[in-house]
């Protein structure tokens, strides 16, 4: 039996509990002793012979990031061009065809993760050649900064004539673009100088960045170092000044940035080679055309069922009056918290009486409910989960209008479908299993798997007949439609199609949101830290476990619990490395993706 095996085994032992027990309390609180395994049935294998190269990658590899922070400067990228080049090279000289199964998938991954970091510093390099030029005086910073940390000691005189210098450019910089015919306060108007929005953004952001890294460095020294306060005191603080003023020109005269407002949406298109060598790193052999047209079917199909619920609601084909219906919905204020309690118990129920999976007991206990803060609810207006399960729902300080489309977008019937895709059996138990089983793979985890296969247990329940009112339906196919719509809208914008207008409107006719929350959902996707695949991997990655399903257990060869059991102790990583671990399918060297998943996927339907 291999490794892999024997560890899956010890999984189903140590996790093991009469379900009567779990089915009669939703809160295992007050029992601990339910809450530990059967230890001696947990030695088993920790992974593959490749753990400890990948977990020695890993922990270099941060402290690396820690030690050379500076996203975009020469010196990061010098040194970890190097490191990557090189463990490249050491991991060339592996005997690969004497490794196990799963160290040849490890083998694969890590080498996946190096060539994927390759490329984000190319691109990294491509995006700062815009950017790199509104800021002539970034490499002064970050050489002061890389001094420091390299334990040099400083030149206050020479560190005097540096800041000057930044001073002195970031003000040139400044009133270049602080002149505007129609006077002060309006956006600079198009001219051949004019740098586009997306570079002035970018380049505030990067310049916040830089700002905090100087104001750090002055830190360290002033009123420690008495001759460095006396000759670098006046000089820092022009330079301090200089670049918050220029950094307001940009955001204000250039972006459009309003203060008191929030922040335009802008976003940088990555252009479709970047996506391409995403999706190649993401193990999805698909080009973004191809994608598109599989969401573009996706969304016909939930269309289609969306009218088959309005008619049962009495709204004909109507299905947007069905959905204002819907909305209206919400539970008084105060009780939202017990509502995604209730539903969040519900789902477990459900998931119990399928017998789908092996949930922990203490997985079942941990969990918890917090509120998102009206701020967050801008950037993130739904449910955000994991062990913490964070509510957005309106607080007395925000506006009327704000208040009542947070109540619409949070209805009962939309939280219906998606509180256990962000507890059990999604985000929560996602996170519990990947902590405790390969969990090395931590380093090669993608929304791909983890945003996937939660979007993955929606279309399960709903197979199943979970949603059987069909407003619940409607709840869960709003989802479903808003998953489709994110690959068609993210890809189009960073294709350079739409405008982040475009996506907005695209979202409210398509799907029905309500217009603040259709702006909130493009603010995250372009303004956020989300990468430009992330929006993608929801329906991507479930389509790709779906895929899964409908091989192994439509095709009878596993049930339901044993498949996901194996997903979930087997680590977070590629679906397509999953498949190719499940099935001990043949794995080379220079393994590349190759799995056409949507060629096998079931009915979209299910059992609906």
Same mark, same amino acid.
């Given at each position: 039996?291999?490794?892999?095996?024997?560890?899956?085994?010890?999984?189903?032992?140590?996790?093991?509990?009469?379900?009567?027990?779990?089915?009669?309390?939703?809160?295992?609180?007050?029992?601990?002793?339910?809450?530990?395994?059967?230890?001696?049935?947990?030695?088993?294998?920790?992974?593959?012979?490749?753990?400890?190269?990948?977990?020695?990658?890993?922990?270099?590899?941060?402290?690396?990031?820690?030690?050379?922070?500076?996203?975009?400067?020469?010196?990061?990228?010098?040194?970890?061009?190097?490191?990557?080049?090189?463990?490249?090279?050491?991991?060339?000289?592996?005997?690969?065809?004497?490794?196990?199964?799963?160290?040849?998938?490890?083998?694969?991954?890590?080498?996946?993760?190096?060539?994927?970091? !390759?490329?984000?510093?190319?691109?990294?390099?491509?995006?700062?050649?815009?950017?790199?030029?509104?800021?002539?005086?970034?490499?002064?910073?970050?050489?002061?900064?890389?001094?420091?940390?390299?334990?040099?000691?400083?030149?206050?005189?020479?560190?005097?004539?540096?800041?000057?210098?930044?001073?002195? !450019?970031?003000?040139?910089?400044?009133?270049?673009?602080?002149?505007?015919?129609?006077?002060?306060?309006?956006?600079?108007?198009?001219?051949?100088?004019?740098?586009?929005?997306?570079?002035?953004?970018?380049?505030?952001?990067?310049?916040?960045?830089?700002?905090?890294?100087?104001?750090?460095?002055?830190?360290?020294?002033?009123?420690?170092?008495?001759?460095?306060?006396?000759?670098?005191?006046?000089?820092?603080?022009?330079?301090?000044?200089?670049?918050?003023?220029?950094?307001?020109?940009?955001?204000?005269?250039?972006?459009?940035?309003?203060?008191?407002?929030?922040?335009?949406?802008?976003?940088?298109?990555?252009?479709?080679?970047?996506?391409?060598?995403?999706?190649?790193?993401?193990?999805?052999?698909?080009?973004?055309?191809?994608?598109?047209?599989?969401?573009?079917?996706?969304?016909?199909?939930?269309?289609?069922?969306?009218?088959?619920?309005?008619?049962?609601?009495?709204?004909?084909?109507?299905?947007?009056?069905?959905?204002?219906?819907?909305?209206?919905?919400?539970?008084?204020?105060?009780?939202?918290?017990?509502?995604?309690?209730?539903?969040?118990?519900?789902?477990?129920?459900?998931?119990?009486?399928?017998?789908?999976?092996?949930?922990?007991?203490?997985?079942?206990?941990?969990?918890?409910?917090?509120?998102?803060?009206?701020?967050?609810?801008?950037?993130?207006?739904?449910?955000?989960?994991?062990?913490?399960? !964070?509510?957005?729902?309106?607080?007395?300080?925000?506006?009327?209008?704000?208040?009542?489309?947070?109540?619409?977008?949070?209805?009962?019937?939309?939280?219906?479908?998606?509180?256990?895709?962000?507890?059990?059996?999604?985000?929560?138990?996602?996170?519990?299993?990947?902590?405790?089983?390969?969990?090395?793979?931590?380093?090669?985890?993608?929304?791909?798997?983890?945003?996937?296969?939660?979007?993955?247990?929606?279309?399960?329940?709903?197979?199943?007949?979970?949603?059987?009112?069909?407003?619940?339906?409607?709840?869960?196919?709003?989802?479903?439609?808003?998953?489709?719509?994110?690959?068609?809208?993210?890809?189009?914008?960073?294709?350079?199609?739409?405008?982040?207008? !475009?996506?907005?409107?695209?979202?409210?006719?398509?799907?029905?949101?309500?217009?603040?929350?259709?702006?909130?959902?493009?603010?995250?996707?372009?303004?956020?830290?989300?990468?430009?695949?992330?929006?993608?991997?929801?329906?991507?990655?479930?389509?790709?476990?779906?895929?899964?399903?409908?091989?192994?257990?439509?095709?009878?060869?596993?049930?339901?619990?044993?498949?996901?059991?194996?997903?979930?102790?087997?680590?977070?990583?590629?679906?397509?490395?999953?498949?190719?671990?499940?099935?001990?399918?043949?794995?080379?060297?220079?393994?590349?993706?190759?799995?056409?998943?949507?060629?096998?996927?079931?009915?979209?339907?299910?059992?609906?």
């Amino acid at each position: 039996m291999s490794a892999s095996r024997r560890l899956f085994v010890a999984f189903a032992i140590a996790c093991s509990l009469d379900p009567a027990l779990i089915r009669a309390q939703n809160n295992l609180q007050g029992e601990p002793k339910i809450f530990v395994p059967d230890v001696t049935a947990l030695i088993a294998s920790r992974g593959s012979e490749m753990r400890n190269a990948v977990e020695r990658f890993t922990a270099d590899r941060l402290v690396l990031l820690r030690r050379y922070r500076q996203q975009y400067s020469k010196t990061q990228r010098s040194v970890l061009a190097g490191f990557y080049a090189a463990w490249l090279d050491k991991i060339k000289a592996i005997d690969f065809n004497a490794l196990s199964h799963d160290a040849k998938i490890d083998y694969v991954l890590l080498r996946n993760k190096i060539e994927q970091s !390759q490329d984000d510093m190319t691109h990294d390099m491509h995006v700062y050649a815009d950017v790199g030029v509104l800021i002539p005086f970034a490499d002064s910073i970050w050489a002061l900064e890389d001094a420091r940390r390299s334990m040099k000691s400083v030149n206050p005189e020479s560190a005097a004539r540096t800041l000057t210098s930044i001073a002195t !450019q970031a003000n040139l910089m400044r009133a270049k673009f602080d002149v505007a015919p129609s006077g002060r306060g309006n956006v600079l108007p198009d001219t051949t100088d004019r740098p586009t929005k997306i570079a002035a953004y970018r380049a505030a952001e990067v310049l916040s960045t830089l700002h905090t890294l100087l104001q750090s460095w002055d830190k360290f020294y002033d009123g420690f170092d008495p001759l460095f306060s006396w000759w670098t005191r006046a000089p820092y603080r022009s330079a301090d000044t200089a670049i918050a003023a220029y950094s307001r020109v940009l955001r204000e005269r250039i972006v459009g940035v309003k203060r008191g407002e929030d922040d335009p949406i802008v976003g940088l298109p990555i252009g479709r080679t970047a996506i391409l060598a995403g999706l190649k790193h993401e193990m999805i052999a698909y080009t973004p055309e191809e994608l598109i047209a599989i969401a573009e079917k996706e969304l016909v199909w939930g269309e289609g069922e969306m009218k088959k619920a309005a008619s049962e609601m009495g709204f004909g084909d109507n299905w947007k009056a069905a959905m204002e219906k819907v909305k209206q919905s919400a539970v008084p204020p105060g009780k939202q918290t017990e509502l995604v309690r209730d539903l969040e118990f519900d789902g477990l129920a459900f998931l119990l009486k399928h017998d789908l999976i092996t949930v922990p007991p203490l997985a079942q206990d941990v969990w918890r409910i917090e509120m998102l803060s009206p701020e967050q609810q801008k950037v993130s207006p739904f449910f955000l989960g994991g062990e913490i399960l !964070q509510v957005a729902y309106p607080t007395d300080s925000m506006s009327e209008d704000d208040k009542l489309m947070s109540m619409r977008g949070n209805n009962p019937h939309f939280s219906h479908a998606t509180v256990f895709h962000e507890m059990i059996p999604g985000h929560h138990l996602q996170g519990f299993m990947n902590a405790r089983y390969f969990d090395y793979r931590r380093e090669f985890s993608t929304p791909f798997w983890t945003e996937g296969g939660a979007f993955y247990w929606e279309t399960i329940f709903w197979d199943l007949g979970y949603q059987s009112d069909p407003q619940d339906r409607i709840g869960a196919l709003f989802w479903r439609m808003h998953r489709a719509a994110r690959i068609i809208f993210s890809l189009n914008f960073h294709l350079g199609n739409w405008t982040p207008q !475009q996506c907005i409107e695209f979202l409210i006719d398509k799907v029905g949101h309500e217009r603040a929350n259709a702006t909130a959902e493009v603010r995250r996707s372009f303004n956020g830290s989300y990468g430009p695949l992330y929006q993608v991997a929801y329906m991507m990655g479930g389509l790709e476990f779906r895929a899964l399903h409908h091989e192994v257990v439509d095709g009878g060869t596993m049930t339901n619990k044993q498949l996901h059991d194996y997903i979930y102790t087997h680590g977070n990583m590629p679906v397509e490395m999953v498949r190719a671990s499940l099935l001990n399918l043949p794995v080379t060297r220079d393994y590349a993706t190759q799995w056409k998943f949507a060629a096998t996927l079931p009915p979209s339907g299910g059992g609906k």
